[in-house]
């Protein structure tokens, strides 16, 4: 009875944890081009340098070092938000969200190796690695449903409206 209670808790909570996980996947080579074009290279390798003379824990430092100073322009997102400067707001957010989670995937690339070496460390990776594919798992039948709404599979009302749709977007096309 709880468990059917909290499912569309957990879906959801699946569903952000999966769009974490597809940012992270996306801007790591979004990422990858920014420093193709700008010297950044030449950075990530003195820093890959840098982090291989230190010990693991120190390693952790470099890895949350960089994520502090983007706070900030997380609370003035936030600030705008509450002074209902709407789409300000909105895209301060995001802009941060992606900035946060690229900068992040960067630095993580560089010490993965060294905080992969403390064994808390490791347990943690393994955990979300296993979190995302139990997540992947309980969305994956949502995105089925999703995709057959779309296109217009099944017998819901969803799925006749969209039929509707596109025979009237034919017909438009037909038309012209």
């Given at each position: 009875m709880i468990r059917r209670l909290l499912q569309p808790f957990w879906v959801l909570l699946a569903i952000v944890f999966l769009i974490e996980a597809w940012l992270w996947d996306h801007l790591e080579p979004v990422v990858?081009?920014?420093?193709?074009?700008?010297?950044?290279?030449?950075?990530?390798?003195?820093?890959?340098?840098?982090?291989?003379?230190?010990?693991?824990?120190?390693?952790?430092?470099?890895?949350?070092?960089?994520?502090?100073?983007?706070?900030?322009?997380?609370l003035v997102g936030l600030w705008l938000l509450t002074h209902e400067y709407w789409l300000s707001a909105v895209v301060t957010i995001i802009f941060a969200k992606f900035l946060s989670v690229g900068v992040t995937a960067f630095i993580f690339d560089v010490t993965r190796s060294k905080l992969l070496q403390?064994?808390?460390?490791?347990?943690?990776?393994?955990?979300?690695?296993?979190?995302?594919r139990r997540a992947g798992a309980l969305v994956e039948p949502v995105k089925l449903r999703v995709r057959e709404i779309l296109r217009g599979n099944g017998d819901g009302w969803a799925s006749r409206m969209?039929?509707?749709i596109q025979r009237f977007r034919k017909r438009v096309r037909e038309a012209r």
């Open positions: 990858a081009r920014v420093v193709a074009l700008i010297p950044l290279r030449a950075f990530k390798q003195w820093l890959a340098d840098r982090v291989d003379t230190l010990t693991p824990a120190m390693t952790l430092i470099v890895f949350f070092v960089p994520i502090i100073p983007l706070f900030p322009l997380k403390m064994g808390w460390f490791r347990k943690l990776y393994d955990i979300v690695n296993d979190l995302r969209l039929r509707l």
